[in-house]
């Protein structure tokens, strides 16, 4: 069964809220001015975010799945500067991703993203939400707010002379976003490369949008391009270039398993629990394992077939 995500700011009591409860998120420093706030995987926060402090304002990337943790990520920015929140990048439409937006847009914030992201944010998440999907966490996302800049390939952010290159790069969704910062060679600072969910470090992903073969693609064009780098996954810990490795091969290896029996005219349940056991003994202790593995198979196979629906492209001009 698919791991769908909670509107958790529109329940009385959560995890979070009880004493001793893990935080949802931990700030780690990994370059000059760079943040990656890495979540906990059972609060609140859902999907990882970061931000970029530049000469004249910040930068956030992501704005995780509740405004509570996003609120908390504003207040740790403005113990580290009294700077104006310039921008904030969604790195694609789901809900982990965008649900604290309007923490940052009422902070003054500008919100950009692909394209497709200002179509499908209000709509497509609607599919996200935990059962039973009453009518007030329907309205929750169709207030959702929206960006107001979108791309079709590429933009460039500036917070005073800090570049930020923003690039579509296809595969999880068909509208996300990788933020990349560039680092000063002179000071020893690190290139450091926010992924979204084009990257899992050592969690199974969601592939309910998902197109394998382009993200496949996608993950060596962005090994080629950005290399030696600090990378920020959409969920796990902050990764290396062998990390990406890692996950490509998940990707190809439930590729051709699904392939080969598909050839072997296996379909359905039979096809899972043909391919299952063996996803387990290599990636079983891998997070979210249980919540998507079988449904990895399941759209996979979909995929593969020509069967599998995926959201509609936008055509807004």
Same mark, same amino acid.
């Given at each position: 069964?698919?791991?769908? !995500?909670?509107?958790?700011?529109?329940?009385? +009591?959560?995890?979070?809220?009880?004493?001793?409860?893990?935080?949802?998120?931990?700030?780690?420093? /990994?370059?000059?001015?760079?943040?990656?706030?890495?979540?906990?995987?059972? &609060?609140?926060?859902?999907?990882?975010?970061?931000?970029?402090?530049?000469?004249?304002? %910040?930068?956030?990337?992501?704005? $995780?799945?509740?405004?509570?943790?996003? =609120?908390?990520?504003?207040?740790?920015?403005?113990?580290?500067?009294?700077?104006? /929140?310039?921008?904030?990048?969604?790195?694609?439409?789901?809900?982990?991703?965008?649900?604290?937006?309007?923490?940052?847009?009422?902070?003054?914030?500008?919100? %950009?993203?692909?394209?497709?992201?200002?179509?499908?944010?209000?709509?497509?998440?609607? @599919?996200?939400?935990?059962?039973?999907?009453?009518?007030? @966490?329907?309205?929750?996302?169709?207030?959702?707010?929206?960006?107001?800049?979108?791309?079709?390939?590429? /933009?460039?952010?500036?917070?005073?002379?800090?570049?930020?290159?923003?690039?579509?790069?296809?595969?999880?969704?068909?509208?996300?976003?990788?933020?990349?910062?560039?680092?000063?060679?002179?000071?020893?600072?690190?290139?450091?490369?926010?992924?979204?969910?084009?990257?899992? *470090?050592?969690?199974?992903?969601?592939?309910?949008?998902?197109?394998? =073969?382009?993200? /496949?693609?996608?993950?060596?064009?962005? #090994? =080629?391009?950005? &290399?030696?780098?600090?990378?920020?996954?959409?969920?796990?810990?902050?990764?290396?270039? #062998?990390?990406?490795?890692?996950?490509?091969?998940?990707?190809?290896?439930?590729?051709?398993?699904?392939?080969?029996?598909?050839?072997?005219? @296996?379909?359905?349940?039979? +096809?899972?629990?043909?391919?299952?056991?063996? +996803?387990?003994?290599?990636? &079983? *202790?891998?997070?979210? $394992?249980?919540?998507?593995?079988?449904?990895?198979? #399941?759209?996979?196979? #979909?995929?593969?077939?020509?069967?599998?629906? !995926?959201?509609?492209?936008?055509?807004?001009?």
């Amino acid at each position: 069964m698919i791991r769908r !995500l909670a509107l958790a700011v529109l329940l009385a +009591l959560t995890a979070s809220s009880l004493p001793g409860a893990a935080p949802d998120f931990r700030l780690q420093k /990994i370059g000059d001015g760079v943040w990656a706030a890495i979540v906990n995987d059972e &609060g609140l926060a859902g999907g990882n975010a970061g931000f970029v402090i530049g000469d004249d304002g %910040v930068l956030v990337i992501d704005t $995780f799945q509740d405004p509570r943790p996003a =609120k908390a990520m504003l207040g740790e920015i403005r113990k580290l500067t009294p700077l104006p /929140i310039r921008f904030v990048v969604n790195t694609h439409y789901h809900l982990d991703h965008v649900n604290g937006n309007d923490v940052f847009a009422a902070a003054g914030a500008t919100i %950009v993203a692909h394209r497709n992201v200002r179509a499908w944010m209000r709509t497509e998440n609607i @599919k996200m939400l935990d059962p039973p999907v009453t009518p007030e @966490k329907k309205a929750r996302v169709q207030s959702l707010t929206l960006p107001t800049v979108v791309h079709d390939s590429h /933009i460039e952010l500036y917070l005073g002379s800090r570049r930020i290159d923003v690039r579509y790069f296809p595969g999880h969704t068909g509208g996300d976003s990788v933020v990349s910062v560039p680092g000063d060679l002179r000071r020893g600072d690190t290139h450091v490369v926010f992924c979204g969910d084009m990257l899992w *470090k050592e969690h199974v992903p969601n592939l309910i949008d998902a197109s394998t =073969k382009p993200w /496949i693609e996608s993950l060596d064009a962005m #090994q =080629k391009d950005y &290399g030696p780098s600090t990378w920020v996954p959409g969920h796990g810990g902050i990764a290396n270039a #062998q990390d990406v490795l890692t996950f490509r091969k998940y990707l190809a290896d439930l590729r051709d398993g699904v392939r080969r029996e598909q050839t072997a005219g @296996k379909s359905g349940d039979a +096809l899972v629990q043909a391919l299952l056991p063996g +996803l387990k003994s290599q990636y &079983g *202790k891998w997070g979210f $394992f249980s919540d998507y593995a079988a449904a990895d198979i #399941q759209q996979t196979a #979909q995929e593969l077939s020509g069967t599998k629906r !995926l959201p509609p492209i936008s055509t807004l001009n």
